[in-house]
């Protein structure tokens, strides 16, 4: 049974927790994963703690791991809030910090981990945070703690549930704990809720442009090709262009919508996909009123894309700069950033079409990236493969180099995956029985383990996961 009340009481002590050290003086760093969660998390952590008066910083890191760690403490702040990480390390934690950590999060832990006075964890007050509560809404109840006037910053813990794909109520909408700062953000004017075409540059971008921009769900043959989405509209007579200039989705009429629909019904069809993927295509839209309906900041999902973008292509400082604010340099980079990192994703993608790069063993689809996928961009390359209809009743379990002696392992199940498994747990224990590190959410998680015992891993994995 989800305990809101006792998550508030918890928010509040930590709350007061930042106040003794913002009275003291004392320097915090707010540490944070880099991906659209983890940046807004941290954002919004960092955001509400230099608001209150205290001398705060803000890093985002790839992984937790015993080596960050080390150099995290070896940084002498007085005080660490970890966002988006953290729960699977609390007593390794603990062993460097001592008392002087917090930890707001929502990725399983072990109940005793839970209750701890110094973690907010959505699990330990019921709460699913595989679906109900992003990092980013476990930030902005943080956030509500420390001064009501957050308020403000309830829009940015909609772009991370977002982000995190926790879109999972009916039409494609947030539930359970995230409907807080959406409820928030409404009230505040901040978010407008309709339903519409879920595609990346709906009011952006012509037609075929947003559509062959758009990669979850990946739809074969359009999704990074458009011109191949072009010839397809327009071979159905769908009228994309007005005196000249291209129309974008936002202006289609229902009955334009309708036939859109089914083009793409028609198109998945016939390449052997299951045409009811097209449902996943409309739903609940997020667009936030106040940004400039000209960039992707005004929608939630786009928003997130660009964030994702940033942390992935090492830029995690520009995707906090437009997380607090900036609208200028931040913005002009970061639309830079987007182009190289789809160029990036498609160049992957089509190295993986080739040679014996993807192997499938029961119902794992391994992707051995070695040579070809940097490591910042296997989370991106495993959620890209798992919402694909080729791979959706599988799962997708990427790995690449990380550093001279390890491999960094992310791992995907698709939405069509037919038994009940948590991969959180199954990539925790497996990486630590040969010595690595692990962990993550039921249907997203990831590893890092010593490079010599990729076999003994992935036989683990494969077993846990198909036996
Ligand atoms: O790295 P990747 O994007 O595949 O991670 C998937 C999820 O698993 C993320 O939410 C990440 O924070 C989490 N994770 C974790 N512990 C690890 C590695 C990943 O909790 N050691």
Known sequence: MADLAALLARASDLSRVVS??????????????????????????????ARSGAIVSVRAIPDLDMRAIESLRADRFDLY????????????????????????????????????????????FGFDGGAEASSSTMAYMLAMAVDEKNRDLSSLAIVGALGDRQDVGEGRSLVGLNKKPLQDAIEEGLVEVSKDFLFHGRETRPVHEAIAMTYTPFIPGLSGAKDSSLAALSGAGLSLKDRGRWRNLAELSTGEKQKLMEVLAAHIGSRGGDAAVVSELVGEVYSFPLEDSLTPLHDGREFATLLNACGRMDATDVGIALCLGDRDRALTIAMKLIVEYRGKLNKAIQTLQTGDKVSVHGNVTVVIGDDFIEERMTGSISSLLASSDKYKDKMVLVRTRSGESELKFSSRL???????????LILKEAAESVGG???????????????????????????RVSG
């Open 437 to 463: 590190v692990g962990g993550g959410h039921s249907m997203a998680a990831g590893a890092k383990i010593p490079a010599t015992k990729k076999e003994e891993f992935t036989a683990v994995v494969v077993e």
């Open 81 to 124: 809030v970890f966002t988006d990480l953290g729960s699977g390390l609390l007593p390794e934690l603990q062993k460097a910090f001592g008392e002087n950590f917090l930890v707001v999060d929502h990725h399983q832990l072990p109940p005793e981990d839970a209750a701890r006075p110094n973690v907010l964890n959505a699990w330990g």
């Open 414 to 424: 698709g939405d069509e995956f037919a038994k009940e498994v948590n991969l959180g």
């Open 20 to 49: 003794r050290f913002r009275r003291e003086g004392k320097r915090i760093l707010v540490v944070t994963h880099i991906d659209a969660d983890g940046l807004s998390s941290g954002s919004l952590a960092f955001h509400s703690i």
